[in-house]
């Protein structure tokens, strides 16, 4: 039986003609028979790709093959069970796609690159060194993701802000909400770690002394730590699964937009000129799919 796999991965270069990548990670993965989504932007590339473990690790070997992209932060997770084509559930189909930024933040000023890291980027922290800070220090954690992302699972005692998109951070924080936290230790956290290693320049640019991004994101935690540490919740992922937990004794600390019971599910809007997602339990998702102006 073939095992199905996610395999989660960036890196930052200087690409000098980011089209002629596109065509080739598209070839390659056309050619391994693997779904998901690839990103290449002219400082570096983002993906989430699922298959057989096998193709995957064909994929990256080819991929770090290029030098650009030797040192690139692969993470790999269980996928859905395998489909009658040899395929996982989790992807429907193969996107490659050129952007301005690998992270929509609308700053792509912002992102300079030095030998295959980001300038003013975050300390990094393995999650055992993250523990060790923790009882050390003060830390205020900093949820790098929207606000359906972090509703249904988060670090506990973080700082969720109330965005729906990645480019609103930026005003976010130009808007002062949070230069209280400027002279605290500030650990950053997303998915798998690359919104973070964006998030952490802008912040200490704009005066942030002592900022932090959790090495490999949630996912690398949930594998150390899984529902036994600091994480309290579901995980949303950018597959067809949409959330995951790390365990049979997962917290459930979303709540449904419009009864306010316990769940982690996710629901989409409906309507087809909706783009929004919900916080909502099976009941309310099955009485009353479409969405309504209260949004959690």
């Known amino acids: 039986m073939a095992t199905p796999k996610v395999l989660l991965y960036y890196g930052f270069a200087e690409l000098a003609d980011p089209e002629a990548i596109r065509l080739w990670q598209l070839t390659l993965c056309e050619s391994l028979g693997l779904r998901g989504r690839v990103i290449v932007a002219p400082h570096g590339i983002n993906g989430t790709l699922g298959g057989d473990v096998d193709p995957l690790k064909a994929y990256v070997r080819a991929t770090?093959?290029?030098?650009?992209?030797?040192?690139?932060?692969?993470?790999?997770?269980?996928?859905?069970?395998?489909?009658?084509?040899?395929?996982?559930?989790?992807?429907?189909?193969?996107?490659?796609?050129?952007?301005?930024?690998?992270?929509?933040?609308?700053?792509?000023?912002?992102?300079?690159?030095?030998?295959?890291?980001?300038?003013?980027?975050?300390?990094?922290?393995?999650?055992?060194?993250?523990?060790?800070?923790?009882?050390?220090?003060?830390?205020?954690?900093?949820?790098?993701?929207?606000?359906?992302?972090?509703?249904?699972?988060?670090?506990?005692?973080?700082?969720?802000?109330?965005?729906?998109?990645?480019?609103?951070?930026?005003?976010?924080?130009?808007?002062?909400?949070?230069?209280?936290?400027?002279?605290?230790?500030?650990?950053?956290?997303?998915?798998?770690?690359?919104?973070?290693?964006?998030?952490?320049?802008i912040m200490r640019r704009r005066g942030f002394r002592e900022v932090y991004q959790l090495d490999g994101g949630i996912v690398t935690y949930g594998k150390a730590y899984g529902d036994d540490g600091l994480w309290d919740g579901a995980l949303y992922v950018f597959d067809g699964r949409v959330t995951t937990e790390f365990s049979d004794h997962a917290a459930v600390v979303g709540r449904c937009d419009r009864c306010e019971a316990a769940t982690s599910a996710v629901v989409d809007c409906t309507d087809a000129s909706c783009v929004r997602q919900f916080v909502r339990c099976a009941a309310c998702a099955g009485a009353a799919p479409r969405c309504v102006a209260h949004v959690a």
């Open 64 to 201: 770090k093959r290029y030098a650009a992209f030797k040192g690139i932060d692969v993470k790999w997770s269980d996928g859905s069970p395998l489909l009658a084509d040899g395929t996982t559930a989790d992807f429907p189909r193969l996107t490659v796609k050129v952007r301005p930024e690998l992270v929509a933040f609308d700053a792509p000023d912002e992102v300079v690159v030095e030998d295959g890291a980001l300038a003013d980027a975050g300390t990094h922290l393995t999650p055992a060194e993250l523990h060790d800070l923790v009882e050390r220090e003060d830390v205020v954690f900093f949820d790098g993701r929207n606000r359906i992302e972090s509703a249904i699972g988060h670090f506990r005692g973080a700082v969720l802000p109330p965005v729906d998109t990645t480019r609103e951070f930026v005003e976010l924080i130009d808007s002062g909400a949070y230069d209280h936290l400027k002279d605290r230790p500030v650990v950053t956290y997303c998915t798998g770690g690359v919104r973070c290693e964006v998030l952490t320049p």
